[in-house]
């Protein structure tokens, strides 16, 4: 059974910090999404990641893929309390199912 | 172009109700996935449809619950006899297809079940 799991679950940090979010998966996945959750609302998708050493950068976030490791990392730069919210790692088990990891809620402080 | 539309946002039902969830998928999307997600938890999957077809139901309870992708219309989720375990939201997703490059899958923003 394919196992997502993210850490760390909780982060509080200051606004200018650097700091990594960790996504391990168990299997083989050809697939990986990072996506965005704000409180009762829904996800927003912010990264898909296909191939191993797979990089890619949007503002303040990138995230990359390390398929041999099977692990992948949302690096956030210089931290804002906009960035506050829930993120989500996903892999595809098959070709449609999304496997979510638990989520990890960054709180970033002023 | 609208995004995934989902009603009710909001749905309150006493046990032994029956909740319907409905949603319709992006414009030009025929895949159509539910996705249930518990309080301070991530999503999981329930079932994958296409138009008309269950594709993958290996994630819904086996009884009271059932999903369907009619010809016209959005798709539905449907809860018999609901009891306090089910609430929770419920997120419809859809994609324009399945290959690796293009599957990415957009979200509603979810149908919020409480269960009296």
């Known amino acids: 059974e394919l196992k997502v799991e993210q850490n760390p679950l909780f982060l509080s940090m200051q606004e200018g910090k650097n700091y990594t979010i960790y996504c391990n998966y168990s299997?083989?996945?050809?697939?990986l999404y990072w996506y965005r959750q704000d409180p009762g609302k829904s996800l927003e998708s912010l990264f898909v990641?296909?191939?191993?050493?797979a990089v890619k950068q949007e503002g303040r976030l990138m995230a990359s893929l390390d398929t041999k490791a099977r692990l992948s990392t949302l690096h956030i730069t210089a931290a804002v309390h906009d960035l506050s919210a829930t993120y989500f790692c996903a892999v595809t088990q098959g070709a449609q199912k999304l496997v979510f990891g638990q989520g990890t809620r960054l709180t970033i402080n002023p | 172009n609208a995004g995934v539309m989902q009603n009710p946002r909001h749905l309150v039902r006493r046990r032994g109700q029956e909740a319907r969830l409905r949603c319709s998928p992006m414009?030009?999307?025929?895949?159509v996935y539910w996705y249930r997600q518990l309080p301070e938890e991530g999503l999981k999957f329930m079932v994958y449809l296409q138009k008309e077809n269950i594709i993958d139901e290996s994630g819904m309870p086996k009884e009271r619950f059932s999903a369907e992708f009619p010809k016209e219309g959005p798709s539905i989720l449907r809860i018999q006899q609901v009891v306090r375990g089910d609430s929770a939201a419920y997120f419809c997703?859809?994609?324009?297809?399945?290959?690796?490059?293009?599957?990415?899958?957009?979200f509603g923003a979810g149908t919020r079940l409480s269960v009296l």
């Open positions: 990641l296909l191939s191993n050493g």
């Open positions: 414009k030009g999307h025929s895949h």
């Open positions: 299997t083989t996945s050809d697939r």
């Open positions: 997703a859809s994609s324009r297809t399945v290959e690796s490059a293009k599957n990415i899958q957009y």
